[in-house]
């Protein structure tokens, strides 16, 4: 049975800078079989409703701006798979979570940047889920919970968002052994609460997390770890990191 993963994707230039992260997500794709299938749900699809991505050939959306033309050069041209899409859609909706498919939707670069850095060879069809945030922690749970039943059929279910993400305080000349104390805290207490299956807080975690706020301003980042913890079990820590001083680039499995 695949572990489910949340992975913090960090700037869309880990594709061509994967600093210490793209290794670490290289092993960790070594040490996984070759799922059959990947299911993601990414910060950058938010939508009031529930939706599946049917699309059988998404593009390689490059849906940012202000980076070097050689970013805006890399596709990641996996294959969609329309049925398993119907079948992420059925789930939802026989768990009362009413869904719905989307057949033209792109990859958003929460898809592609870490698969690019797992998965290389673009082989494997993935198939997204949307982000509805006004539905918080606990709705991304039940999602997970709702599509664990994947992971025994060949299916690697990932989160993708970054465990710590406030852009306006960002050092973009701080080196990786650089990290501000308000956003470690909040890294650390979050690994706590993971370890500790203490879904109580963790739901709860923008009135309990030290320096929540400040860490999160939106939240749409750390939602995508509420859907791998639902869908798995046991936590282990996997890599642990920042980048820029306030950016963390952690990447969980949920066995």
């Known amino acids: 049975m695949f572990p489910s993963l949340y992975i913090s994707h960090g700037s869309p230039m880990l594709a061509l800078e994967p600093g210490a992260s793209g290794p670490a997500l290289a092993r960790l794709a070594d040490e996984l079989d070759k799922p059959k299938a990947i299911v993601i749900v990414s910060a950058h699809w938010e939508s009031n409703e529930l ?3 049917g699309n059988p050939q998404p593009e390689t959306w490059h849906d940012f701006g202000g980076f070097p033309q050689a970013l805006f050069q890399v596709q990641y041209p996996a294959p969609g798979d329309p049925q398993l899409a119907t079948k992420v859609a059925d789930l939802l909706n026989s768990h009362e979570l009413p869904a719905r498919i989307d057949s033209r939707r792109p990859f958003d670069h929460g898809v592609w940047v870490p698969l690019s850095l797992m998965y290389p060879d673009a082989d494997i069809p993935v198939v997204q889920v949307s982000l509805p945030t006004r539905g918080g922690p606990a ?9 664990s039943s994947l992971r025994e059929q060949g299916v690697l279910l990932i ?23 308000w956003a470690r805290t909040f890294r650390d207490w979050m690994i706590e609460k993971l370890a500790a299956d203490d879904e109580a807080a963790l739901h709860d975690y923008r009135q309990q997390a030290p320096n929540a706020v400040r860490n999160h301003p939106s939240d749409e980042h750390l939602l995508p770890l509420f859907f791998a913890r ?5 936590f282990k820590t996997v890599h642990r990191g920042f980048t820029m001083g306030a950016l963390g680039m952690d990447i969980y499995s949920f066995g």
């Open 230 to 234: 639902g869908a798995g079990a046991a």
């Open 159 to 181: 989160g993708s968002g970054s465990i710590t993400h406030n852009l306006r305080e960002l050092d973009w000349h701080a080196g990786p052994e650089s990290v501000e104390p």
């Open 139 to 147: 709705l991304q749970t039940r999602v997970g919970r709702a599509l």
């Open 51 to 53: 939706l599946v991505n």
